[in-house]
């Protein structure tokens, strides 16, 4: 499969007809997405579901975990399968607006301003070690995030339409660090866990990679480009189309309000999240080969979605309570359609 080229667009005439890709092929391209990731990255399965659910769904990703669990390369990775124009901007303290944005520089031989983009013009931004920039830089990305542009000088200029931004974090240093304003770490559709791998896999890892040196590429382990942009639009309006029935749909606003009911938040989710866990709903039925969706959809992401978006009260701090138990339980605790 390395030599593969991208999935054909024509479509499979067992596949449920939509106003995008048929579902079948777009099963079928988020299989071989996580096959050529595969190539390269050891388990993490869940992390790239996530991934592509974001992809599907427009949304960005925030992953937290501690370092050398591969969070970096993933990234890399998974932009070279889908062969978009990849930036990455490790952030620091002195990092400034300007350095993720570009500015407008004057150019003597013209007697002009000229626009120098910055790394954020690309298609899919690697914001690696987001927290160890001050907000001002970090509230740099809102706009992007959001509307997919930026004003420069109260000029507007648009970003790719395939924008989508990963950011990683270190949960484990609290020194040097800036956490992220609640409304930055609402633009976030996922806020994903990576934990360390298993036994097995971390053998596999050293197994595989043990004898290399230096920090290989995606390029020099094989992984091929599998799609085009266009499969990528036509996957997207395929999403779409996948039912949400009202029941579904109800279920998710019920799950969502009773984040802001419970005792144990000080701060429950936002009607965005709902939205957004809705519209991730059915990217998952889609990469499922599925044209609706089902409780089960929103309840294997709802932890994702809801997780950076909530906040204890000061009596489930000093009890020693998660939010992830927390949102564990109304889930168990919001009544599913069936």
Known sequence: MNDQAPLSETPAAAAPATDGLPLAEVARLADAIRHEIGKAVVGQAETIDHLLIALMARGHVLLEGPPGTAKTFLAQCFAATLGLDFGRIQFTPDLMPGDILGSNLFNFQTSQFTLTRGPIFCDLLLADEINRTPPKTQAALLEAMQERRVTLDGERHALPAHFMVVATQNPIESQGVYPLPEAQLDRFLFKQLVDYPSLEEERG????????????????????????????????????????????????????????????????????????????????????????VLPDDVKALAASVLRHRLLLSPAAEIEGKQVEALVEDLVAQTEAPR
């Open 205 to 292: 890892i050293v197994a595989r990679f043990g004898a290399n040196k230096g920090a290989a590429s995606p390029a020099d382990l094989g992984i091929a480009v599998v799609t085009t942009p266009a499969q990528l639009d036509a996957a997207a309006e395929a999403v779409r189309g996948v039912t949400l029935a009202d029941e579904v749909a109800d279920y998710i606003v019920r799950l969502v309000r009773a984040t802001r009911e419970s005792a144990d938040l000080a701060s429950g989710a936002s009607p965005r999240a709902a939205v957004l866990l809705a519209g991730a709903a059915r990217a998952r039925a889609a990469l499922d080969g599925r044209a609706y």
